[in-house]
C-alpha cells in the first residue's frame, strides 16, 4: 500500500503546502504543537458551558463543586488522550484527517465524512467569529458588534492562509498573554466564597465528563491538519495531549468556579461573572483576541478537508472563500439554533474515530497505511461505525427536538435507560472499536 511520506524540511518560506500534491513540511516540535493547542484550548466556549457541567441533569440536582472538578479532569484526561491518537497519525503518514479516512473508506467513502467536517467546520468557524464579536461588544459599545464581526473574520482568514507562521507567532506573544489573563482572573475568582465541596450531588458526574470529552474529542477531525507538520509522532501525541487538557481543563474550572462563587442565578451567565472581577473587562479582551485562533483553525481546516475533494486547488484560495462566507454569515445567521446541530455532526465522528483507531492502531498496525487516489474502500466498517453511533444517541439523543424524540422513542421500544454513569462517547468508541476489531479478524481468519 502507498502512504504520504513527508521529506525533510528543505530551505525556503516555513509554510503549509499548497495543494495535496506537495508534501508537508516537518517543522513543528514539541514546544511548537503545545503552544498551538494550549491556543486552541483557550475558548470563552468552554467556562461557557459551566452551566451544563454543574447541572448537567435537569431531572437531578445540581453537582457539587467536588464532582464538578472530578468530572472535568477525568473528562479531560479521556478526551485528551483520544486527541493525541487522533494527531499521530497525521505526523506518521504526512496526510492531513479527511486524507486519512482514505485508508479506511478509499477515496470515494471518505467523502461522506467529509462533507460532514465541512459542515461542522463551516458551522463552528461562524460560531467562533459571532462569539469573538459578542465578548468584544459587552465589553465595548453593542452597536459595534457588526463591525467586530468583520475584524475577527478578517483577521481569522489571514491567519488560515498562513497557518504555520502562525503557530510560531502563537509561541513568541500570545500565549504569555494569555497566561497573564488567565492566571488574574483565577486569582479574582478565587477570592469569592465558594460553596462547601460536598454540597450537591455526584449524580449526572458522567453527563458532565461526557461534555469535556466530546469538546476535546470535536477536535479530532481537525488535528491531523496540524500534526502532518509535527517532527515526529511523539511530538504530535504529547503536544495535543498536554497543551489541551492544560488549558481546556483550566478554562472549564474556572467557568465552574466563576458561576459556584456569584451562585446559579437566572439570567446570569459566566461572563457577567467574569466582568464582575476587578479590571475583568481588561483579561477577557485579551481573552476574546485570543479566541481569533479557534476560528481560523476552523476555516483553515475547511480549506484543507475540501482539498480531500479537489487536491489540486490552492488552500490560499478555498482559506479565502470560507472565512468571507463564515463572516458574512456570522452577520446574519443565528448560530445558536445552529449549535444543536453542530453537535450532532460532532457525535458521528466519535464512532468513526473509534473505527479508525481500531484499523490503524491493531489491525494495520506494523503496515502502510493507503492514503492515496486508489486506496480501496473497506465496506464492512461502515456496519461498526454505524453501530457506535445508535450507541451513542441511545445515551445522549442530544437537544435537537425531531430528533431527540426519535431515539427517545427507540430507546423506549428496547427498554433501555442509560445509566447514570454511562458516558455516549464511551459507549459509542467502545461499541465501534470492539466490533471493527471482531469483524476485521474474523475476515482475516475467513
Known amino acids: 500500500m502507498a502512504t504520504t511520506v513527508a521529506p525533510p524540511t528543505a530551505p525556503g518560506p516555513v509554510e503549509a503546502p499548497l495543494t495535496l500534491d506537495e508534501p508537508p513540511r516537518k517543522v513543528l516540535g514539541l514546544a511548537d504543537q503545545t503552544v498551538l493547542w494550549t491556543n486552541l484550548g483557550v475558548s470563552l466556549l468552554l467556562p461557557a458551558t459551566a452551566t451544563f457541567l454543574l447541572t448537567p441533569d435537569p431531572s437531578v440536582a445540581p453537582l457539587s463543586l467536588a464532582a464538578a ?11 485528551n488522550v483520544l486527541l493525541g491518537l487522533g494527531a499521530l497519525p497525521g505526523a506518521e503518514t504526512g496526510a492531513p484527517a479527511m486524507v486519512l479516512l482514505r485508508g479506511l473508506l478509499g477515496r470515494r ?3 461522506v465524512p467529509t462533507a460532514l467536517n465541512l459542515a461542522q467546520c463551516v458551522g463552528w468557524s461562524i460560531f467562533e467569529i459571532v462569539v469573538i464579536a459578542e465578548a468584544a461588544a459587552r465589553l465595548t459599545d453593542e452597536d459595534l458588534r457588526p463591525l467586530f464581526v468583520l475584524l475577527a473574520g478578517g483577521l481569522a482568514t489571514l491567519m488560515a492562509v498562513r497557518p504555520l507562521g502562525v503557530v510560531h507567532a502563537l509561541k513568541k506573544v500570545a500565549v504569555w498573554l494569555v497566561l497573564a489573563s488567565t492566571v488574574y482572573l483565577f486569582i479574582q475568582v478565587l477570592r469569592r466564597p465558594l460553596p462547601p465541596l460536598d454540597e450537591g450531588s455526584w449524580e449526572g458526574f458522567w453527563k458532565a465528563a461526557d461534555l469535556v470529552i466530546a469538546l476535546s474529542v470535536s477536535w479530532i477531525p481537525l488535528a491531523a491538519d496540524y500534526s502532518r507538520h509535527s517532527r515526529t509522532g511523539r511530538d504530535a501525541f504529547l503536544g495535543a495531549f498536554l497543551g489541551y487538557f492544560t488549558s ?14 456569584y451562585g446559579l442565578e437566572p439570567g446570569f451567565d ?5 466582568l464582575a472581577v476587578p479590571a475583568g473587562a481588561v483579561a477577557l479582551l485579551v481573552l476574546a483576541v485570543d479566541e481569533v485562533d479557534e476560528a481560523f483553525a476552523n476555516i483553515y481546516s475547511t480549506a484543507v478537508s ?9 488552500r490560499r484560495i478555498l482559506a479565502v472563500g470560507v472565512g468571507a462566507a463564515a463572516t458574512v454569515a456570522a452577520l446574519w445567521v443565528d448560530i445558536v439554533s445552529y449549535e444543536n446541530f453542530l453537535f450532532l455532526i460532532g457525535s458521528v465522528f466519535v464512532p468513526l474515530f473509534g473505527t479508525f483507531a481500531a484499523a490503524y492502531y491493531v489491525l494495520d498496525r506494523g503496515r502502510p497505511w493507503d492514503v492515496s487516489e486508489h486506496a480501496p474502500p473497506r465496506w464492512w466498517v461502515i456496519g461498526p461505525w454505524l453501530a457506535g453511533f445508535v450507541a451513542y444517541q441511545l445515551v445522549n439523543p442530544g437537544t435537537v427536538g425531531w430528533w431527540q424524540r426519535f431515539w427517545l422513542a427507540r430507546a423506549e421500544d428496547l427498554s433501555f435507560t442509560p445509566p447514570t454513569w454511562m458516558s455516549a462517547s464511551l459507549a459509542a468508541l467502545v461499541v465501534s472499536f470492539g466490533l471493527t476489531l471482531a469483524v476485521g479478524f474474523a475476515s482475516r481468519r475467513r
Do not use: E, K
Request: aromatic share 8%.
Open 248 to 261: 481546556g481543563t483550566a478554562f472549564f474550572v474556572l467557568g465552574v468556579l466563576a458561576l459556584a462563587g
Open 270 to 274: 459566566v461572563i457577567d461573572a467574569l
Open 69 to 79: 472538578l472530578v468530572a472535568i479532569l477525568v473528562g479531560s484526561v479521556i478526551g
Open 109 to 111: 467513502g471518505s467523502y
Open 306 to 314: 475540501t482539498q480531500n475533494l479537489v487536491p489540486r486547488v490552492d
